[in-house]
């Protein structure tokens, strides 16, 4: 088993508010508040297992730079029909893999259950978050989202995936 850096505590907790402040935002805030997650020049793609481990880049969702995370805000908030819905993130096994001063290579694991009016509750997507953040003292929790890629477990994907994961 390879030998890893030892993280203080303070860094990992600081990950782990980080994260579980996204989740609270998608799940209970303003979506619009999403875009407060990430720096200016960002990744986000939302990726099967299959294709993130063969190296092909086609995800289900990916968004460039912060133009791109608007683009989403704006197609869930206003261009896109849907049932309203009531999302819940989990996240757990958080670990932050170096810590390179200004920047810090992270992973978790996520499932994110949905719920329909009338219907019951589902597990909508699961997978993990491969993540760069950076530190930026007015960000959430002190850090910002440089890329970050949800490789989710299936092969299959819901039509229903409209929100951030």
């Known amino acids: 088993m390879a030998t890893r850096a030892k993280i203080d505590v303070e ?4 990950v782990e508010d980080f994260l579980y402040a ?5 799940d209970h805030g303003d979506i619009e ?15 099967s ?5 063969l190296g092909l880049p086609l995800g289900t969702i ?3 730079k912060k133009g791109g995370i608007l683009d989403r805000i704006t ?19 958080t670990r932050v893999l170096k810590d ?14 949905e719920t329909l009016p009338n219907q019951y509750t589902k597990i909508l997507n699961s997978g993990r978050y491969l993540g760069t953040l950076t530190r930026d003292k007015t960000g959430p929790a002190g850090l910002r989202i440089k ?7 299936s092969a299959l994907v819901p039509a229903s995936i409209i929100y951030p994961i």
């Open 11 to 14: 860094t990992r907790l600081a």
């Open 75 to 93: 197609s869930v908030t206003k261009t896109t029909v849907y049932h309203q819905r009531e999302l819940t993130h989990m996240i757990t096994n």
């Open 147 to 153: 890329k970050l890629d949800c490789i989710f477990d």
């Open 100 to 113: 390179a001063g200004d920047t810090l290579e992270i992973t978790a694991n996520y499932a994110v259950l």
């Open 49 to 53: 297992k299959e294709n993130y481990d």
């Open 33 to 47: 508040d999403w875009a407060d997650f990430f720096t200016d020049d960002c990744t986000y793609t939302l990726i």
């Open 62 to 64: 990916f968004a460039e």
């Open 22 to 26: 996204y989740a609270d935002c998608l």
